[in-house]
């Protein structure tokens, strides 16, 4: 951002040099420009990332990085799992502004694969699950306005860590 700017302002004293534009023609259309290269950036920064809690290798975005119950929300990205899967527990925190929720789910490798996860299973120690998710029904959220937060850990059966990040999302 203050690299756009420095440039703006180099512009605008190129432009009191030069002698093909009025002097606010050349403010206008540099400040034109600017403004086109922010809205470019702020559409390309429309996503939220999932923070890493855990020792596990992992980038996961989120898009809208706003959610809204009436949407669809899409996750992609990638884990690399510490420790050899194939079944385990997910254990999920739920804090939404008072209430605070922890619910546990078993899972399997191939219920990964049926979600469309591209993984062979059973999942080895140091192994990247990669994927791209869509969720078509939110209405769970309907009653969700504002700030949520998620942590998400993912143990095998042996309870070793292989995931742990943490969500924090707008909702409306």
Request: proline fraction near 2%; hydrophobic fraction near 40%.
């Amino acid at each position: 951002m203050y690299r756009k700017l420095s440039f703006l302002c180099l512009a605008i004293y190129l432009a009191t040099l030069s002698d093909a534009m009025t002097l606010g023609d050349q403010i206008k259309e540099a400040f034109a420009e600017f403004v086109h290269d922010t809205d470019s950036f702020l559409r390309l920064d429309d996503h939220g990332t999932v923070v890493n809690c855990g020792s596990s290798n992992m980038n996961l975005t989120w898009t809208p990085k706003t959610i809204s119950s009436k949407g669809i929300l899409n996750i992609d990205g990638y884990v690399q799992f510490p420790a050899e899967f194939q079944t385990g527990t997910i254990v999920m925190e739920v804090s939404y502004k008072i209430f605070h929720r922890t619910m546990k789910f078993q899972v399997s490798c191939s219920m990964m694969q049926a979600y469309g996860l591209q993984v062979q299973c059973p999942v080895k120690q140091d192994q990247m699950v990669k994927g791209q998710i869509t969720i078509n029904d939110l209405s769970a959220l309907s009653n969700v306005h504002g700030s949520i937060e998620v942590k998400i850990r993912l143990y095998n059966s042996s309870w070793t860590q292989l995931f742990c990040g943490i969500v924090n999302a707008d909702v409306n």
